[in-house]
């Protein structure tokens, strides 16, 4: 409109200028436009001093981060292509909630989204949310984020050792995340429990356990199995483990799954090469 603008996309606006900020002070922000924004604003790239040149930061990992207004707490992803998009991220992806008055920014993980393991294949509709919320007899499932697993203000960021430690703790997160989404679909994944502003701790493996055979756990997860078989095999010489390995093999081999690596590699010509 000529001469006017919404009060409520300024606000937003305004809260995602401050996020950003914030973010660069130990990431390098590669802003989405407003024409390309489907629900993130930023992909974000930890970086790190480089310890051989204390004058240049290493690119490390990169995820997403959506920000809201410290006033939005809840976030819905209800029709089916919303809440697959986000089930089907292949990077974490983060809230950060902005208090524009107290120039601060909370920073929610998506953690107990990612570490169900499965959800793709039971999820009908996704609401989450930054305070506690009651998740009802309906098939939409509603989850609340638990604390912030980071805060940083405007003080905190000229601090450089408080940008450091914050910077690790963003790390651990990441990694976990990365973890989880990657193996999520063969239905295991962790949890970990968390105090702002603190090292994530590891809490507990998730097993879904069903009445079938999840035969799509076999297909997801084979490559992993091949790589794990071959490696016992190349550096553990014995005869109980290859007799082992064979049982393993044939019965996948029922399952239509065949280990090309474990099948396909000369183990003693390999281990003549190590000697």
Request: proline residues 3%.
């Amino acid at each position: 409109m000529p001469g006017a603008t919404a009060t409520n996309i300024r606000k937003a606006d305004l809260a995602e200028d401050l996020g950003k900020f914030l973010l660069r002070s130990f990431c390098a922000i590669a802003p989405i436009s407003k024409a390309d924004d489907f629900g993130i604003d930023i992909i974000a790239t930890l970086l790190e001093i480089d310890r051989e040149n204390k004058l240049r930061e290493l690119a490390n990992k990169t995820f997403g981060v959506q920000f809201k207004a410290k006033s939005v707490r809840k976030i819905e992803f209800l029709k089916e292509y919303e809440y697959k998009w986000l089930l089907n991220l292949d990077y974490p992806y983060f809230i950060g909630s902005v208090d524009i008055t107290n120039s601060k920014m909370e920073i929610y993980t998506l953690h107990y989204v990612n570490s169900m393991p499965s959800i793709n294949e039971t999820c009908t509709g996704l609401i989450i949310s930054l305070d506690k919320i009651q998740n009802g007899e309906d098939k939409v499932l509603k989850i609340d984020l638990g604390d912030p697993i980071l805060t940083l203000t405007t003080k905190d960021i000229q601090d450089p050792e408080i940008v450091r430690e914050k910077g690790i703790v963003l790390k651990q997160w990441i990694l976990g995340e990365y973890e989880n989404i990657k193996v999520r679909n063969i239905g295991l994944t962790k949890t970990f429990r968390w105090k702002t502003n603190k090292m994530p701790e590891f809490d507990a493996v998730n097993k879904i356990f069903s009445y079938s055979e999840d035969k799509n756990i076999y297909a997801q997860s084979f490559d992993f199995i091949d790589a794990t078989l071959t490696e016992l095999k190349l550096f553990n010489k014995s005869e109980k483990l290859d007799k082992a390995v064979k049982v393993i093999n044939e019965l996948l081999l029922k399952k239509g799954i065949e280990l090309f690596l474990t099948n396909g590699v000369n183990f003693e010509q390999f281990r003549n090469k190590l000697k």
